[in-house]
């Protein structure tokens, strides 16, 4: 591959790009509601090992993909929406056993249970009910009996939150990211899973601190914290946008947070 590869979106009005890829022109790697930690956690709960055919759903930046291909999958398969988010998760795999397609979730052309591993992070959130549940599905049927499928995601909290208080942070995060967002309450996303077979193995919760400067720092370490500050400084258009998300996350503080769910493929 020759020249730059072009980040997702960068050549789009910043006003009107998702959120996520706003972050990523700016140098943020971690873009995963509950950080590093929840990925950590998701992983270990996932316990891949050199045996296991991975599938991973919307990489993205790719930040995760690496972190599973230190574990050596037998192989390794990523289904990317962004063509250019897929070129450059491709410059992190080796091509023989580690392939990134561009597809969708909901339908990934493999094989029923091809996998034994499938994971997705902050996907499924930006997805219809119906279209959850399509992808849930879809990781099911491409799972072989006793597979794990680990999910990282934003909700809302608590289980019994007022209906129109959800809709109204629903309605606020969309607008703030610039993408459909349908975050839902941590015993919804247990349920969508029960649903379509699964059973819940490990659940952990972490707040939503995606742009707290604690978090940041943590998951992007001193120096990528300070490259993220000095774009931002230096891109008003950028920050206008990065302030707006803050802002609402902040509001919304105390009903957001980030789940993580490790589930199995029970025998049908």
């Given at each position: 591959?020759?020249g730059?590869v ?6 789009r ?8 890829w ?23 709960g996932?316990?891949i090992?050199?045996s ?20 050596s999958?037998?192989?390794y398969?990523?289904?990317?929406q962004?063509?250019?988010?897929a070129?450059?998760?491709?410059s ?5 056993t ?5 597809g969708n979730?909901?339908?990934?052309g493999l094989?029923?249970?091809?996998a034994?591993?499938?994971?997705g992070?902050?996907?499924l959130?930006m997805?219809s ?11 099911a049927?491409?799972?072989?009996t ?7 995601e934003?909700?809302i909290?608590?289980d019994?939150?007022?209906?129109d208080?959800k ?13 459909p967002?349908?975050?839902?309450t ?11 077979g699964f ?5 952990a ?13 943590d998951?992007?370490?001193?120096a990528?914290?300070l490259n993220?500050?000095?774009?931002i400084?230096?891109k ?25 769910l490790?589930?199995r493929?029970?025998?049908?």
């Amino acid at each position: 591959m020759s020249g730059k590869v072009l980040m997702p979106n960068e050549n789009r009005e910043i006003s009107k790009t998702p959120g996520h890829w706003v972050l990523a022109q700016l140098g943020k790697k971690v873009l995963r509601p509950g950080g590093k930690e929840l990925t950590q956690k998701m992983l270990k709960g996932l316990g891949i090992r050199p045996s296991d055919r991975v599938v991973e759903f919307a990489p993205g930046m790719g930040y995760t993909a690496r972190l599973c291909l230190q574990q050596s999958p037998a192989n390794y398969i990523a289904i990317e929406q962004n063509e250019q988010a897929a070129d450059i998760v491709r410059s992190y795999l080796d091509g023989k056993t580690q392939v990134c397609r561009v597809g969708n979730a909901q339908d990934t052309g493999l094989g029923n249970a091809e996998a034994t591993v499938v994971y997705g992070e902050a996907m499924l959130t930006m997805q219809s009910h119906a279209r959850k549940n399509e992808i849930i599905a879809e990781a099911a049927r491409i799972l072989a009996t006793n597979g794990r499928y680990g999910i990282h995601e934003l909700c809302i909290t608590p289980d019994d939150i007022d209906d129109d208080k959800k809709r109204t942070i629903q309605k606020e995060i969309t607008e703030t990211i610039q993408h459909p967002a349908k975050p839902i309450t941590p015993l919804e996303w247990k349920q969508l899973m029960e649903d379509n077979g699964f059973e819940i193995e490990f659940e952990a919760i972490a707040p939503m601190h995606l742009l707290e400067p604690k978090r940041m720092l943590d998951d992007e370490g001193l120096a990528g914290l300070l490259n993220i500050a000095k774009n931002i400084l230096t891109k008003p258009s950028a920050r206008k946008r990065v302030l707006g998300m803050r802002k609402v996350f902040r509001q919304h503080a105390n009903n957001l947070s980030a789940i993580t769910l490790v589930v199995r493929k029970k025998q049908s």
